[in-house]
């Protein structure tokens, strides 16, 4: 399975994955506010947000991660006090990614960390479609809706067995006691 290349937009940050293809993970759209939320708390909405407010995420094993260069500069917000982790870079604002705690062997790779735009499609398959479009800034054609209880489905059957792999170790994010790497800026 191939490697993907991992960077932030000035270069400061690097890293790559590893074992990533369209059946190892799920690529969706996810036009849910706290997605919208991350990319205007970046100040980075035109980059991160297509036209429905999704951001195009990579589901996969937060094991398969690993960062080469720039450790000191990611950072982590939370958007209340028992949210998801949503990692970026301090020297860009590049979005890196979402993750839940460190137990679970989960991380939603965001699209301007991949350094793989003209082959994104062939290297992760083409997305699932947009969901929780309820949040969508404005109407999601129909073509391009998921199905949210397939992507579920995928996702938590995923998630299972990612977690009796044992993938949330070794993670970039979080050390051997379970403490975040960067300390989240909580906001209200």
Known sequence: MPEINLK????????K???VNESSGTRIMCCCDD????????EQESSVLDQYGGTD?????ISYIKITEGMKQISSVRLSAKGMYRWYTEC????????MGSGVPFIGIIHNFMDNTSSRDEELGRNRGHIHEKFA???VPTDLKGSSLRIIIRSL???IVWKIKGLNKPSVFFDD????IAEPNVLN
């Not at 995420?57 to 094993?61: L, T, V, W």
């Not at 860009?92 to 993750?99: H, M």
């Not at 006691?177 to 975040?180: A, F, L, V």
């Open 92 to 99: 860009c604002n590049t979005p890196i990614g979402n993750s």
């Open 8 to 15: 932030c937009s000035c270069g400061k940050v690097r890293g």
């Open 35 to 42: 997605c919208q939320s991350f990319a205007q708390y970046l």
């Open 177 to 180: 006691n379970g403490k975040p």
């Open 137 to 139: 800034r404005q109407e």
């Open 17 to 19: 994955t590893k074992n």
């Open 157 to 159: 059957s995923k998630l």
């Open 57 to 61: 995420i990579f589901q996969m094993p």
